[in-house]
């Protein structure tokens, strides 16, 4: 059965040959890691793919995990920007419940930290991180206990995340 219709030029689309996804993170593990795998600097143990917090293996091979490497290399990939007048008042509680925040994703997902906390010129702070996803549990902990003013602006092609947060 042809179709008569049919263009000479024209080809069905092949599935077969779609373009896989760019990965966008340059510290994402290129290939799975190789048996249970400890990062020589945290602990964070790589087992069943991807890293946790347990005893470390004997005989393990050592790596550095990605967030021990961003840390290195003071390459974060997410930024919290902290300011208004809200914020200077109450600057020991909002960063107590920050600290908290990483405490409670850094407990599962090891790979989630805050690299440094630096005071900006107008009172506020800025916080970087080593996870994407850690500054946006910031920013809505912060939105959630406090209201104010929350924006996110990601750049994919830097694999960076600005999360602010005023009020």
């Not at 290129?30 to 293996?57: D, I, M, N, Y």
């Not at 409670?104 to 080593?130: C, F, V, W």
């Not at 910031?138 to 750049?155: D, P, T, V, W």
């Amino acid at each position: 059965m042809s179709n008569q219709n049919a263009s000479p030029n024209f080809h069905p689309e092949r599935h077969d040959r779609l373009l896989q996804e760019r990965v966008h993170d340059p510290y994402r593990a290129q290939g799975k890691l190789s048996g249970p795998t400890v990062c020589p600097k945290c602990g964070a143990v790589f087992h069943e793919g991807r890293w946790q917090w347990l005893k470390a293996p004997s005989g393990a091979r050592q790596e550095c995990c990605p967030a021990c490497r961003r840390i290195h290399d003071d390459y974060p990939c997410g930024f919290v920007t902290l300011q208004g007048e809200f914020f200077t008042a109450h600057r020991d509680e909002i960063m107590r419940l920050v600290r908290n925040e990483e405490k409670h994703e850094q407990a599962e997902h090891p790979l989630k930290r805050i690299m440094a906390t630096e005071e900006t010129k107008n009172g506020g702070a800025l916080l970087s991180t080593t996870d994407t996803h850690l500054a946006i549990g910031i920013g809505e902990a912060l939105q959630r206990a406090y209201r104010g003013e929350l924006k996110f602006h990601y750049n994919p092609d830097e694999y960076l995340l600005r999360v602010n947060w005023s009020r």
